[in-house]
Nanobody, 122 residues
Framework: QVPLVEFGGGLVQAGDSLRLSCAAS????????MGWFRQTPGKEREFVAA????????YYADSVKGRFTISRDRTKNMVNLQMNRIEPEDTAVYYC???????????????WGRGTQVTVSS
């Protein structure tokens, strides 16, 4: 497992934009597939977006495709999730995740951050 720390959650209004960031080690940022998941009370954690370690290929859940963008900043050792046109249904705790192998389409993280709350008011 590797340490991951999320930043950037908060309270926003529907239609706003918000950027989440995940800080990790140099080794993690450069060699792990990275992703974001989210969870609401009473529901299972669900996949949001992922980016591959080698070519920065990306993959998104249908519910966020076209609105969210995941990116990797190797100069700052961060993975970002830009959330645009946020909807009330996006309210959740968002978790940064890392997986040392596998496909981003079937990402199975072995490391998780503690999560950051995103609340969207209508």
């Amino acid at each position: 497992q590797v340490p991951l720390v999320e930043f950037g959650g908060g309270l926003v209004q529907a239609g706003d934009s918000l950027r989440l960031s995940c800080a990790a080690s140099v080794h993690t940022i450069r060699t792990y597939n990275m992703g974001w998941f989210r969870q609401t009370p009473g529901k299972e954690r669900e996949f949001v977006a992922a980016i591959s370690w080698s070519r920065d290929n990306t993959y998104y859940a249908d519910s966020v495709k076209g609105r969210f963008t995941i990116s990797r900043d190797r100069t700052k050792n961060m993975v970002n999730l830009q959330m645009n046109r946020i909807e009330p249904e996006d309210t959740a705790v968002y978790y940064c995740a890392a997986a040392p192998w596998g496909d981003i389409q079937t990402m199975r993280p072995d490391s998780w951050g503690r999560g950051t709350q995103v609340t969207v008011s209508s």
